[in-house]
């Protein structure tokens, strides 16, 4: 009686599009690269699939923090300048099997990247992965427009400096509406916000006010762990791994616990530390 | 004195110095207006509202902050006494604590309150008048029914 409908049935379930987040800062040399190498890693460790795009053209970078600088062969202006194809510039972690690298050229400038063309290649990644993180470089020119362009939601990362904290407040305004905006407070160094020698996280936020999405200390650990190329949230034994991994929970929305404001070591840790802990 | 014991027994930090840099940076950020722009808006502010109330100028305070996405301007200006005006009409003195918030315009309120009034008053008869009117077409067979009857 009814006319034949077409079965849905048999359809592939597609794959909900992926979430596009970039990791931005305003000021340089805050950590951005550190902190998308190691949310990208705690993601793909937890079996979500991560794509992390080095946006950062002309200082690339990223590759160098994964420590898959020797895999790279493509970089992001071949793919956009159809010079190679997406599978042949993605670079898959030497650790993470989810996890994908396609990096930033470096003799290129950032006036060479299609604005539009950035936006359609963030489109098709995220048809494919889950997680499509993007490193934007620092400044609010061209290069950070391209980075921002096609994210939904996008990471702040702070130091507690005034510098920073301004230019932070600055790219807060520039982002305008997205679906989400975190804050990263980076580099803490607790002893001296004890002394009142540093602005705490609680100053920060007073002026960002934006959710909070995990803190991290400044620690050696940091420093060793992109000497080698191995990003610390990989790191079982590390605390910073730990509030990494915690950040990538928060983002996927499986830890619903509030970030931990580091402390300072104990007395015990310190002798540990100097007996040859962790970092070396 | 005691601010040098102060000193002495806990000296403070650089993060103070550090939260007040901060502040004033991002306020000129934020407004692009210099402190001393920001200063002089503010005595302007003052004169205005003296010209109406009397104000504690010692205690004025305009600051600015940032709500979401705008900036808000919060002005902290404390009434010393309301400035007494020879027109002003008798009900006046009895508004401000009926209506503490806009007692400079409180001397106009109670004509156009009255003009408020009476304005909606016509409207309500108004409104049927129009249901009729659209109801007319399906009324007027009735009335032509009822018309030709005495004719």
Redesign the interface.
Known sequence: MHDVQPEPVAAPIPKPRGRAIVITSGKGGVGKTTTTANIGAALARSGASVVLVDADVGLRNLDIVMGLEARVRHHVLDVLESRATLDDALVTDKRVSTLRLLAAAQTREKDDVDTNAMHDLVDTLRERFDYVLIDCPAGIEMGFQNAIVGADEAIVVCTP??SA??DA??VV?LLGNREKIWLVVNRLRPA??R??????VD?VNA?L?LPLLGVIADEPGVIVSTNKGEPLALDDTSPTGAAYRAIAGRIAGTDTSAPVIPTEPTAMQRLGAFFGGSAR | MIDFFKKLFKP?????T??E??RL??LS?HLSLAPDVVESLKLDLIAVISKYVEVDEAACDVTFE?Q??AIAMMANIPILAMKTRPPSPPPAPSAPPSAPEPPPSSFGTPATAKVAEEAPSPKPPAAPRRKRRRRRPGVTPSLGSAAPAPG
């Open positions: 400096e005034v904290v301004r407040d600055r305004g001296l916000v002394k009142g020698k540093m602005l705490s100053d002026i006010r | 403070e930090g650089s993060s103070s550090a939260r840099r901060l940076v991002l950020d940032r979401d996405s």
